[in-house]
């Protein structure tokens, strides 16, 4: 059964970091490009960073460029997003979701892990 | 950026009616639109993808059309488990943007 399980999420301050992780299992990881989205408390849907199937080509929104990278592990099958100088616009649930085969649509999400930026 | 635009912002239909979603976008994103059913507390289930196709598993009363920049989700009889939000997304150009959603509730 094909599955992607987020872990990471959790309370921080203003201007620290946090690393999510999202382990996958039951299909080939490394075949597929994978996603970060989050959606902000009773707000809507924003993709947050992609990375290409190999890990060689990375994009991601204006709103977290220069303050979050993601990168993947293929031999372990994860994916990681590393989230720096936070501020309590990223308080949100974060999904990590893979890319289908047949294009950029979102097959298989998470259950999603929550980021809540307070002081 | 395409913004995405959908309407209406809520849909109250009653069990068995036919709802009729709309989205629109900034720009032509030819096909690369998918539609997306969300309950509260769970992550988002893939619908349609390529603004026409169903995804894997999806019932036949649900259905996209349109391209460019005008496309519909219809659902043609709505069962209980279909009261959600819907989201369209369009992955023509990064950043892949979503809209706002519908809410379909019950009337």
């Known amino acids: 059964q094909e599955q992607l399980v987020e872990s990471g999420g959790g309370v921080v301050q203003p201007g620290g970091s946090l690393r999510l992780s999202c382990a996958a299992s039951g299909f080939p990881f490394s075949d597929h490009a994978m996603h970060w989205v989050r959606q902000a408390p009773h707000k809507g849907l924003e993709c947050v960073a992609v990375v290409s199937d190999h890990g060689s080509d990375k994009h991601y929104a204006d709103s977290v460029k220069g303050r979050f990278t993601v990168s993947r592990n293929n031999s372990v099958n994860t994916l990681f997003l590393m989230m720096n100088s936070l501020t309590s616009d990223d308080t949100a649930v974060y999904y990590c979701a893979k890319e289908a085969s047949y294009g950029p649509s979102f097959v298989l999400w998470g259950q999603g892990t929550l980021v809540t930026v307070s002081s | 950026e395409i913004v995405l635009t959908q309407s209406p912002a809520t849909l109250s239909v009653s069990p068995g009616e036919r709802a009729i979603l709309s989205c629109r976008a900034s720009?032509?994103?030819?096909?690369?639109l998918a539609w997306y059913q969300q309950k509260p507390g769970q992550a988002p289930r893939l619908l349609i993808h390529h603004a026409f196709i169903r995804a894997t598993g999806i019932p036949a009363r649900f259905s996209g059309s349109g391209s460019g920049t005008e496309f519909t989700l219809t659902i043609s009889s709505l069962q209980s488990e279909d009261f959600a939000v819907y989201h369209c997304q369009q992955s023509d150009k990064w950043p892949f943007t979503f809209g706002p959603g519908t809410k379909v509730d019950i009337k």
């Open positions: 720009q032509t994103v030819g096909s690369d």
